[in-house]
C-alpha cells in the first residue's frame, strides 16, 4: 500500500534520494521546511525553538528525521560543535513530541550515526548490542537518540538508523576521496588499517524504505554494509575503478592539520555489522566493497 511519508532534511544528500525513491514506488512524499510552506507538500516547523503543530502530521504514515548540521562540513570549534549537538537533539525532540502529542500510530525512522561506538574500537565487532564508546560524536548520538524518547514512551514504532559512511561522488567523504582518486593521489589515511564501515547511497535509501515498511523493526539498526573493511582496502578499491594508483599515504598529523579534532573520527576504526537490519530481511544491493566501489565510480561519471 502506498504510504503518506513526512521527510526532515529532504534537502540534503540522503533526504534528497529517499524522497526520489519513495515517489517512485508510489508513496506520497511531504517536506518538513524551516520557511513558509509553499506547497501542499510542504509542512512548516521550527526545530530551532523547537515549534511543529501536530495537527500538520496528522494522516501521515511514517516520519523520517534527518534533519542536522554537517558533521564533516567545518572545523569543529566550540560554536560548530553546538551546532552539530543542538541540531539533532532539538530537531529529534520537536519530532518525537508533535508526534506523541498527535495520538496517530505514526512510524518514525531517526537518523543516527555509527558514532555512538567511539571513535577507535579497532578489531572489535560492532552490532547494535554493543556499549556506546568515548567521545564527541558518541556523545551526540547518545543524546540524539534519547530525544525520541517522548515518541516511544507514547508507544509509537520508532527505529534510529544508525549511518556509515555513505559511498556517493556527491557529499561526504567519498567525494574527497573520488577527488583524490582522480588526481591519483588516494591512499591511506593514517595506517589506513582503520576500519570504515561503508554502505552506497543507494542501499542508505533502501534501508530507510525497509524501516519505513517493517514498523515491527524498533530501536537502533546499523545502516551499513555487510563487510567494513581496511581504509586502506576501500581507497584501493576506488582507486582501482578509476585505473590510478593507491600507495600515496595522507600521514596522521596532516589530517588532523587540516580537519582538526574531527581527524580522530577519520584516522579511528569502527567495525560495524547491520545484523539487526539483515535480522529483518534485508538485502544489499552492493555486499561487497568491489560492487559498492563500481557503482560509486559509475554515478560519478568516471568509469573507463
Known sequence: MPQRVAITGASGLVGGALSAFLSARGDEVLHVV???PRTASEIGWDPRHRR???ADLSGVTAVVNLAGANV???RWTPAYKQEIFASRVDSTHTIASALADLGEPVRLVNASAIGIYGSDRGEEVLTEDSEPGQG???DVVRAWESATKPAADAGLPVAMARTGLV???EGGAFERLLTLGRLGLLGPLGSGRQYWSWVTLRDVVRGYAHLIDREDVTGP???VGPAPAHQADVARAVATRLHRPSVVPAPGFALKAVLGEFADDVLGSARVM???LTASGFTFEHDTLEQAAAWLVDQAG???
Do not use: W
Request: glycine content about 8%.
Open 34 to 36: 524551516r520557511r513558509e
Open 52 to 54: 511543529l503543530d501536530p
Open 72 to 74: 564533516g562540513g567545518k
Open 136 to 138: 564527541f560524536l558518541a
Open 167 to 169: 559511498m556517493s561522488p
Open 221 to 223: 539498526v546499523n545502516l
Open 274 to 276: 547491520p545484523s539487526a
Open 302 to 304: 568516471l568509469a573507463a
